[in-house]
T-cell receptor
C-alpha cells in the first residue's frame, strides 16, 4: 500500500530557530496536507496544497508541494514554545480524500 | 460554526466485546472519515461515508463497520474487540465527495483489556 516517509522523526531546537521537515512518497499524490497534533487532541489542519510546485504560507509556516508530486516540505520560521507538538504530513492520490499519513515529526523546543 | 465532536472521550472494553463510537460533523460538512491512530503512529484510514453511503474503505476487517445518518453524523462500530484495537479513533469531516480539507475531532481513546 501507499506509504509516506516523514523526516526527521524528532527535532530538538532552541526557541527562535527555523525548522524544516519533509515527506516523501513512492507514488504520486494530488493533494498534500500538513497537520499538527498536541497531546490528547485530534490533528489540526495547518496548510493544504493542491498543485505541483505550489508554495503556501500560514503565518510563520510555509509548505511546498514538490514538483515530482511525490514530496512535500514544511518550514517553520522563528519557532516559539507553542510550536511544540507532532507534525504530520498527509496525502491523497484518489481524489476523494482518503488520506495517507506519515509517521510524524515530534518537535521539542528548548526555551 | 460548530467543530467536529466525538463521544465518548475515553472507553475501556474487554476483548470480545462490541463498541460504538459517535461523531458529529462540522456544520455544512456531509462527508465523514474515520481513522485509527495507534500510539506513536500516524492515523490510518478506516472508511469514509458520503451522503449515508460508504465511499471507500482502508485495510480493516469487516468487524469494523459504520453508519452515517441524514444529519451527517456517524457511528463506528467494532465487533469482537481485540487487544490490538486499543487506539485513538479519530473522526474527520469535509465538504463534498471530493472535499479536500478534512477537519478532525478530538478522538475517542479506546482501551481493550
Amino acid at each position: 500500500g501507499q506509504q509516506l516517509n516523514q523526516s526527521p522523526q524528532s527535532m530538538f531546537i532552541q526557541e527562535g530557530e527555523d525548522v524544516s521537515m519533509n515527506c516523501t512518497s513512492s507514488s504520486i499524490f494530488n493533494t498534500w496536507l500538513w497537520y499538527k497534533q498536541e497531546p490528547g487532541e485530534g490533528p489540526v489542519l495547518l496548510i493544504a496544497l493542491y498543485k505541483a510546485g505550489e508554495l503556501t504560507s500560514n503565518g510563520r509556516l510555509t509548505a511546498q508541494f514538490g514538483i515530482t508530486r511525490k514530496d512535500s516540505f514544511l518550514n517553520i520560521s522563528a519557532s516559539i514554545p507553542s510550536d511544540v507538538g507532532i507534525y504530520f504530513c498527509a496525502g491523497d492520490s484518489q481524489g476523494a480524500q482518503k488520506l495517507v499519513f506519515g509517521q510524524g515529526t515530534r518537535l521539542t523546543i528548548n526555551p | 460554526e460548530t467543530g467536529v465532536t466525538q463521544s465518548p472521550t475515553h472507553l475501556i472494553k474487554t476483548r470480545g466485546q462490541q463498541v460504538t463510537l459517535r461523531c458529529s460533523s462540522q456544520s455544512g460538512h456531509n462527508t465523514v472519515s474515520w481513522y485509527q491512530q495507534a500510539l506513536g503512529q500516524g492515523p490510518q484510514f478506516i472508511f469514509q461515508y458520503y451522503r449515508e453511503e460508504e465511499n471507500g474503505r482502508g485495510n480493516f476487517p469487516p468487524r469494523f463497520s459504520g453508519l452515517q445518518f441524514p444529519n451527517y453524523s456517524s457511528e463506528l462500530n467494532v465487533n469482537a474487540l481485540e487487544l490490538d484495537d486499543s487506539a485513538l479513533y479519530l473522526c474527520a469531516s469535509s465538504q463534498g465527495q471530493g472535499g479536500r480539507e478534512q477537519y478532525f475531532g478530538p478522538g475517542t481513546r479506546l482501551t481493550v483489556t
